[in-house]
């Protein structure tokens, strides 16, 4: 009996011993722990896209904190305009009617193998916008002009996800091309399609920040 008894609490020393060594070299990390590396970056965006049938510029920044090389949460906000190039070929009797707006709202990044030189991040926004009815010809003519024509703006919701390839230029510097969807809630103007604002985006991103 003493000896499977002296056994015992040798088995449970020798356990308890290995377990600390274990728990010492692989604790458990937390959002706040000294061993994650936290950093953060802002960021603009450049790109193309399709809106109503109409080549559009979409331009915007963005700013997130990194946990740990895996996560970005932080801001985003985009603006656009479409029909940019029938600015030049409007006049008065043919005005060319343009749709311009702009949406913003929670960013969540996914980050993978954010340390190697190339890499994938999965920004998505979630938010709302709104857009509205211009003239290129002469926005600040337009209700003189046009006194009966019945345009407006309208605010949506919107989803928007995408991939990126990233690439580490340098300690603070990270470039991405990457494409993303625009998933909106339908929209009420005159003359336009209520799905006018759904489509892909193909871009640039800047980041500058720490990594």
Do not use: C
């Not at 590396?37 to 080549?55: C, Q, R």
């Not at 932080?74 to 409007?90: E, K």
């Amino acid at each position: 009996m003493k000896k499977t008894l002296v056994s015992l609490l040798l088995g449970i020393a020798f356990f308890a011993s290995n377990a600390q060594d274990m728990y010492e070299n692989d604790q458990i990390r937390t959002l706040f722990s000294e061993s994650h590396s936290n950093g953060g970056y802002g960021a603009f965006t450049v790109s193309y896209s399709n809106i109503g049938g109409y080549d559009a510029v979409v331009t915007g920044g963005r700013g997130a904190f990194i946990f740990d090389h895996a996560l970005a949460i932080g801001l985003a906000g985009y603006g656009f305009v479409n029909n940019l190039d029938n600015y030049y070929h409007s006049d008065i009797e043919n005005p060319a009617l343009s749709l311009a707006g702009g949406y913003g709202g929670l960013l969540i990044e996914p980050i993978v193998s954010g340390k190697s030189p190339v890499h994938l991040s999965f920004p998505i926004l979630i938010g709302g916008g709104g857009v509205s009815q211009v003239d290129m010809y002469s926005w600040e003519h337009w209700d003189s002009r046009f006194p009966d024509y019945e345009y407006g703006y309208d605010a949506y919701f919107v989803v928007e996800p995408g991939v990126e390839l990233e690439f580490n230029v340098a300690r603070f510097f990270r470039l991405a091309a990457g494409v993303s969807y625009r998933h909106t809630s339908k929209i009420q103007l005159k003359d336009v399609e209520p799905n006018a604002l759904k489509g892909l985006n193909f871009g640039m991103t800047f980041k500058f920040g720490k990594f």
